[in-house]
């Protein structure tokens, strides 16, 4: 099973921007998709932002416009390009290349990253 390691999170104040990296151990060329989820302090953990098949990508309706995802599978790499962020940003932020599917976490997860959006 190939390991996960998220990195990039921080401290922002608002309307900042970070980059989030999430490092595989192995190739991750053979995953049709790779995901960024997030969760909130109280909250549920949610899709942030996917991409599927190389290129289509999809995201939560409150980040679009703000958040790109990219992959680079010759450096085994997926990316979280977050602008304008916002203080409702907040949370640990986690890389995969499976899902939640009837509330049960499948596939592989990294540890996560924090972000933390100042007002």
């Known amino acids: 099973q190939v390991q996960l390691v998220e990195s990039g999170g921080g401290l922002v104040q608002t309307g900042g921007s970070l980059r989030l990296s999430c490092i595989a151990s192995g190739s991750i060329s053979s995953f049709n998709a790779m995901a960024w989820y997030r969760q909130g302090p109280g909250k549920q953990r949610e899709l942030v932002a996917g991409i599927f098949n190389g290129s289509t990508t999809n995201y939560l309706d409150s980040v679009k416009g703000r958040f790109t995802i990219s992959r680079d599978n010759a450096k085994n790499t997926v990316y979280l390009q977050m602008n304008s962020l916002k203080p409702e940003d907040t949370g640990l932020y986690y890389c995969?290349?499976?899902?939640?599917?009837?509330?049960?976490?499948?596939?592989?997860w990294g540890q996560g990253t924090h972000v933390t959006v100042s007002s």
């Open positions: 995969t290349n499976g899902a939640i599917v009837a509330g049960r976490r499948i596939g592989s």
